[in-house]
């Protein structure tokens, strides 16, 4: 008998023989347990990928991920470059084609209040604080989605740094994306 998954264990691959057909085998169990999608699921999902300006590989991973279609964003306002002018704008002239609930997550010197008035944001929120614990930037993450009636894995959020990516992660959404990433896939 090998080694269990215990204490420590770091759920890499075992060293026990017999690993090839175990992977081999795992496969065809997996593929056994894909469902083939009828050509009309994947045509609502294709659409749906446009209407949230996403590839459908890109909104498709994140739909596997979570087991949720994707509802909306959280966008950071470092993502929406609103202190960058014209640049901010064209940004939020891109989020208001999507349909979607688009969410902003405001980082100071900006305030929620003012941003929430600009075209394209449905909602706005102040970011967590890097002196919040990972439990308060979690409730904060997921009490915006639940402020829009829905669970924090229907959102991706869209942000410019670690700290932002981390928000996503520890807010358990269904994903992060760079605003670079993000807005070259909506033009």
Wanted: aromatic share 8%.
């Amino acid at each position: 008998m090998g080694l269990g998954a215990g204490i420590g264990h770091n759920g890499g691959p075992t060293l026990e023989s017999g690993g090839a057909w175990r992977r081999i085998a795992w496969k065809k169990a997996r593929e056994e347990l894909l469902p083939t999608l009828p050509i009309e699921v994947v045509r609502l999902r294709v659409n749906r990928a446009k209407e949230l300006g996403l590839p459908y590989k890109t909104y498709a991973s994140f739909r596997a991920a979570t087991g949720h279609d994707l509802v909306g964003f959280l966008f950071s306002s470092n993502a929406l470059r609103l202190e960058h002018g014209a640049e901010g704008a064209a940004r939020l002239g891109r989020i208001e084609a999507i349909s979607a609930d688009r969410v902003a997550v405001v980082l100071p010197p900006l305030r929620p209040e003012a941003v929430a008035r600009l075209g394209g944001i449905d909602a706005a929120h102040r970011a967590p604080t890097l002196s919040m614990t990972w439990r308060e930037t979690r409730e904060a993450i997921k009490a915006m989605a639940r402020a829009q009636g829905h669970k924090s894995a229907q959102f991706v959020l869209v942000g410019e740094t670690a700290i932002e990516e981390g928000w996503a992660y520890t807010g358990q959404t269904a994903g992060f994306l760079t605003g670079d990433r993000f807005f070259a896939a909506s033009l």
